[in-house]
C-alpha cells in the first residue's frame, strides 16, 4: 500500500513556480504552460487523507482527459498533452475564483442542507415534498467560492455578482456553459448505464478568453449513479448505487469525521485502501468504457520526471 503518489515535489526544466493542492500539484513552466501532476491523495471534507490510493492518480487524470478531449466543441480546455499517465500539460489560465456546481438531483450536500429543513441552496429554490436522490425538474447550479486555504463555501449568483468576483455578462457564459458541459456529461453517462448526478466545472481566463480547466467528470468531481433500476429503487426508498467517492465521506462519517475542528482524522486501514483503490478502476472502466491499464506503481517519481521533461525538451 506505500506505492503511491502522495507527497512529491519535482523540478522539472524551465520550473519557476509550483503550488501544491489538496489532490493536484501545479508546476508552473516555460512558454506559458503549466504542469498538473495528478497524485495519489484522495481527500474528503476538504481534507487530506494521510495515506494514498494506489492507481487512484492515473484513474482521475485518464477519465478528466477522456471528457476535456470531449467537450472541445463546446469550450476551449487547458490541456495541450498527457506525457505520463498521472500528468496533463496545458495551457497556464488565470483561474477564476469559483467553481461552477451543477446538481440534477437532489443528493449529498444538497440532500443534507435539505434534510436539515432548508429549501434554499445558494439562492436555488428546492421544492417541498421531495425525497434524497429525485431529480430536480431542472439542472440547478450552486456555485461555490474557491478558497486559497481551508474549506470552499457555498456562494450565490447574486453575492457572486456584489462581490464582483465576475461580471455579470462572464457569470451568464459559465452558466450556459456549465449546463452545455452538463448536458454532454449526461448524454454520455446515459451511454455507459449511468447517470451524472452532480458534478463541477472550474474555468480560468487566457489572454481574455474563457477557458475550461481542472479535472471534469472524475469520481473526485462528480457523482453517479447506476440508471438501470434507478426508478424502482426510488419507488421503493432503496439506496441507490453509487459511482462516488461518497462511500469513502460515509465511511469517514461512521468513523465520527466530518472535518469539523476538534475531530481526528480516522486512519484508513489497508483492506479499505484497496476497496477504494479498486472502486476508482471500476468507475474509470465503466464511465469511459475503456479498459483500465494498470501502470507499474514503482518508480513514480523518476517515470513522471522523465516523461515531463521530455514533453518540454521536444515542444
Request: aromatic share 10%; with cysteine.
Amino acid at each position: 500500500m506505500n506505492d503511491t503518489l502522495h507527497r512529491a515535489t519535482f523540478q522539472f526544466d524551465g520550473q519557476y513556480n509550483a503550488y501544491h493542492g489538496k489532490v493536484r500539484d501545479m508546476y508552473s513552466i516555460q512558454k506559458g504552460n503549466i504542469v498538473a501532476v495528478v497524485s495519489d491523495r484522495i481527500s474528503a471534507f476538504d481534507v487530506v487523507m494521510p495515506k494514498g490510493i494506489p492507481y487512484k492518480g492515473q484513474v482521475l487524470n485518464g477519465i478528466a482527459s477522456h471528457f476535456l478531449d470531449a467537450v472541445q466543441d463546446i469550450v476551449p480546455t487547458w490541456k495541450k498533452a498527457t506525457p505520463h499517465p498521472q500528468v496533463t500539460v496545458g495551457y497556464a489560465c488565470e483561474p477564476i475564483r469559483i467553481e461552477m456546481v451543477i446538481r440534477g438531483y437532489l443528493t449529498g450536500h444538497a440532500w443534507r442542507t435539505y434534510k436539515s429543513g432548508e429549501r434554499i441552496l445558494c439562492g436555488e429554490s428546492m421544492p417541498n415534498g421531495m425525497k434524497e436522490h429525485d431529480a430536480f425538474e431542472a439542472p440547478i447550479i450552486t456555485p461555490a467560492s474557491k478558497a486559497e486555504e481551508g474549506h470552499d463555501e457555498d456562494i450565490s449568483k447574486a453575492s457572486i455578482l456584489d462581490r464582483g468576483i465576475v461580471s455579470t455578462e462572464l457569470y451568464d457564459e459559465l452558466e450556459r456553459i456549465t449546463h452545455a458541459l452538463f448536458q454532454r456529461g449526461t448524454e454520455m453517462a446515459a451511454r455507459q448505464g449511468l447517470i451524472l448526478v452532480d458534478t463541477k466545472y472550474e474555468f480560468g481566463l487566457l489572454d481574455g478568453q474563457l477557458m475550461l480547466i481542472d479535472e471534469i467528470h472524475t469520481p473526485d468531481s462528480s457523482r453517479y449513479f447506476i440508471l438501470e433500476g434507478y426508478e424502482e429503487r426510488q419507488k421503493s426508498g432503496t439506496p441507490q448505487q453509487q459511482l462516488s467517492k461518497e462511500f469513502v465521506r460515509e465511511w469517514l462519517m461512521e468513523n465520527n469525521f466530518m472535518g469539523l475542528e476538534g475531530q481526528s482524522v480516522p486512519e484508513m486501514p489497508d483492506a479499505f485502501i484497496q476497496e477504494v483503490s479498486d472502486r476508482y478502476i471500476h468507475l474509470y472502466e465503466k464511465v469511459t468504457g475503456q479498459e483500465f491499464i494498470r501502470r507499474p506503481l514503482n518508480h513514480l517519481e523518476s517515470d513522471i520526471n522523465g516523461a515531463v521533461n521530455n514533453w518540454i525538451r521536444t515542444n
